[in-house]
């Protein structure tokens, strides 16, 4: 329901229009268990309780939700004709299939009888003739002998048919033979995942311990033949003293199957080649996996232990020659004591994280880095709880996507949030906020600044622009161009021009002092340059709520949102506005090297030297009541936003002595903060 009573008189235009929605059979019960992998724009999901399903994306709204058919693509040939050279009383049975375009799918067989033959010779002969399937480029003939129909040959066209003059049979190749293991309840598979040119499927209801490989090079083919061929159906059964079930399907280099009490390593015994005859498995660990989908990293797993509500990591061991599995959140076990991890996802770039969405909404995130021994664990909270979490590739880099729940202006809604990129030059670029929205009022014209905007503070300096954008209400407001020089030592220099506008000639014309200069007096492309303003709409998701604001790097005062829109007290070009959170570091105990007692002598962190990169706004102290704020500002101009703290900055602590002696490092701002090193002068005794 939409309460317009807030909304200003309505004028004209706007249209309304569902956002584009497909049915799907599953209940919010079920997401969590739904598992999938993804082959270009087509996504495979299965689940225990339903038949399993394709999600297809042929356009930006174009998608389809399909149940999956395991019988081949490619279409039988139809009308099947037996034509004898002689008649006579013999029955001579045949099966046609057809090859599609490919080469790698075989059809189910077209068969047909014919009782009034006579017996083949070298001079006496049947001729089989049938329809054209679509998309095939041959046809195999088989003929029925002892109950088993064996090859006898090719051809390339139905209408010219197969000429049989007694070819001896080979039963070492056989039609294709139906075989669909997912039918009915209790038999859908659970897992799901792409090896060897196969999608496989496992942990059905029924038969928990079986693990289904489609045929080579195929999607949803699980035909057989008798005898096996290599390139059939696989349908393994893992044996072992446990009836777990299969969870995961995880491709490496090698196939691992994460069951509910194991950890397997799918191979092949005397070969090579992965097919019916020449499969094996082998245990690789005793711990098991939940049934939150792991990630694949760039040479690991990393997954949800079954039990305990631990991480961990399995990756190959070349000491032990197999897999094995290590805790990995040891180092952080209060972020997991009672709690369990319900969905995870890998970010590679432009910082390899993984991401995990705790049960209680908390969204914990883990800087993996295995070859330079790294795993540092972080937690993220926010005024709501985070559901779900995934990673869209975009550009150069993952994005992170969110679903956040929260309580906004007395409403509990659902909220699809984008990590920022970090990506920033300029402080008035950083988004540290939630849920935010951003403005950047760029002006659509041209814009010319006229003689003395290349000196600060000249007076009286004509702005044209190049269509009609300006009116008598802008006085007051100023004109900002972004833009980079070069200095002497070859640095880049990131910089804002500024221009306060204090009169009005025409829609096209305006004068104004120039506070900080203009690079030249070319002419600013279209949507180059932008206006300052105190309004800034667009905020109806907010409504109601108190939120923080960056604008044009400065921090404003909180304000709350009213009727979609908040009122700055000095207007800005770029404005941020979102939910604001605290972040906040703390060392662990600091332990001296003395012989004896070092951990029970007491200490107090006189000051701290703390190593920072693009970053502006930082307190230090004792606890986090007893604050200091790091000092940035230097020689910026007036106007200006501080500029990024690089480098090494001193704060000296409140006295506090205590037998831990931590330092509480704390960002409350919308502004970035990455701290690189931490040194402490520190006095101790007693």
Known sequence: NVNSTGYGAFTAGGTVAEVYEIASPYLEADLYDLHFTQSADVLT?????????ELRRSGATSWALTTLSFAPTQAAPTAVVITPSAAGAVSYSYAVTAVASDG?????????????CTTLSSTVFNTITWTNASGAVRYNVYRLLNGVYGYVGQAADGGTGFRDDNITPDFSQTPPIANDPFVGAGNYPGAVGYHRGRRWFAGTTNKPQNLYGTRSGTESNLTYSIPSQDDDSINVRLTSRRANTIRHIVPLNDLL????????LVTTANSDILSPTTIDYKVQGEIGASNAQPVVTNSSVIYAQARGGRVREMKYAWESSKYVTNDISIMAPHLFRNRTIRQMAFQTGPYPTVWFVRDDGVLLGLTYMPEQEVAAWHQHDTDGEFESVCVVPEGNIDALYVVVKRVLNGRTVRVIERQDDRDFTR???AIFLDCSASLYNTVAATLTPG????????????FTAGSSVFTAGDVGRFIQYDFEEINSYGTRLYKTAIAEITGYTSGTVVTARVDAAWPSLSAIASSGWRMTTTTVGGLWHLEGETVKVLADGAVHPDVTVANGTITLEQGAGVVHVGLGYNCDAQTLPLVLELQAFGQTVKKNVNRVHMRLYASSGAFAGPDFDSLREVKQRTDETYGEPPR??????????????SDDAPICIRQADPLPMTLVALAPETAYGG
């Open 257 to 264: 199957l994460l069951t509910s009490g194991a950890e397997w």
């Open 45 to 53: 999901i299965t689940h225990p309780s339903y038949q399993q399903r």
């Open 427 to 429: 402080l008035q670029d």
């Open 104 to 116: 790698l799918e075989e059809s189910l067989g077209a068969t047909q009888t014919n009782g009034a």
């Open 451 to 462: 003689t003395g905007a290349t000196v600060a503070g000249t007076t009286g300096v004509t």
């Open 644 to 657: 990024l703290m690089e480098g090494r900055y001193e704060v000296m602590l409140t006295p506090t002595w």
